[in-house]
């Protein structure tokens, strides 16, 4: 499809067909001092970052910063699922675009929008930004696919970043704006990276189903849980018997077959003591 529709829709959008995916010093050591992100949760979103910049083309350059020291080495997810990205060794510099052949490599792409992630947000991600907007280049970073020492650092970051006209984005976000519609060949595997990337996206339900019933359940103090006696307390007659795509209950547990058999009695384990209004449960349809 084009980049920007009649419609004007993609105007504001990045556009895949200009985008370099810049992942800078993902590495082991570094890890370790990340504390405004988990690191399964930074190293998921680098991974998701890497599939579908691999599926739809889209140019990976990687650097590190002295990875035979303590920084250790880059995450081998990167060169798994991004075969074609490309490494560029550092001499030692802290900014990346202070080294000739990495901004050399950046150019030699001949994207103009360059999209960056790294750790630390701070130094790692923001030095090279911020020069690389001054050379001309539009620049999003990737906050989930980054991570810093603190909260406060990444906050201060992402004030820089807007600060310079780097735009601060989300890995979710880049995915989309990447993807852009559903009419396209690649459509299945795109489904895949978001059902890897967001565990509670499934490609595979039946979406001409229809909500049969939402409720909440009471809460019992005495177990430090929400329970229901019987399905049926919540459910209406009428549901018993169907056969429902799933009992959803958000944000924790995930149950699977029909209601008739899942009227004993049950409970949701609250760990961190939730509210009532924080618990939903949808009973939804596998058909129309």
């Not at 800078?24 to 910049?53: C, M, P």
């Not at 650097?63 to 991004?82: C, H, K, Q, R």
């Not at 039946?206 to 359940?217: H, K, S, V």
Request: proline share 6%; with cysteine; charged share 20%.
């Amino acid at each position: 499809m084009a980049h920007v529709l009649p419609s004007g829709g993609g105007k504001a959008l990045m556009n895949v067909d200009d985008a370099a995916l810049l992942l800078l010093d993902h590495q082991d050591g570094l890890f370790l001092t990340v504390k405004d992100i988990t690191v399964a949760e930074l190293r998921a979103n680098v991974i998701a970052l890497s599939r579908i910049a691999t599926l739809l083309k889209v140019p990976i350059i990687t650097t590190a910063s002295v990875p035979d020291g303590p920084n250790g080495p880059l995450m081998p997810e990167i060169a798994e699922f991004a075969p074609h990205a490309r490494y560029v060794p550092r001499q030692g510099e802290v900014n990346a675009w202070d080294n000739e052949a990495y901004v050399k490599a950046v150019h030699e792409t001949g994207k103009k929008t360059l999209i960056m992630a790294g750790v630390w947000t701070s130094v790692c991600v923001m030095f090279p930004a911020l020069d690389a907007k001054a050379a001309g280049f539009n620049v999003y970073a990737v906050m989930d696919a980054s991570g810093d020492p603190t909260e406060f650092v990444s906050r201060t970051t992402v004030a820089r970043f807007i600060q310079a006209g780097v735009v601060p984005t989300s890995t979710n976000a880049v995915i989309c704006e990447l993807h852009r519609t559903w009419r396209r060949p690649e459509a299945a595997e795109i489904a895949e990276i978001y059902t890897a990337h967001m565990s509670a996206y499934d490609p595979k339900r039946t979406f001409g189903g229809r909500l049969l019933r939402q409720f909440r359940p009471r809460y019992d103090d005495r177990f430090n849980c929400f329970h229901s006696n019987r399905i049926g307390d919540c459910a209406p007659d009428s549901l018993l018997g169907e056969r429902v795509e799933r009992l959803h209950v958000e944000p924790r547990i995930f149950l699977a077959g029909s209601i008739e058999h899942i009227d004993a009695e049950w409970q949701i384990i609250a760990g961190e003591s939730p509210r009532a209004e924080d618990i939903d449960i949808f009973v939804t349809n596998t058909v129309p």
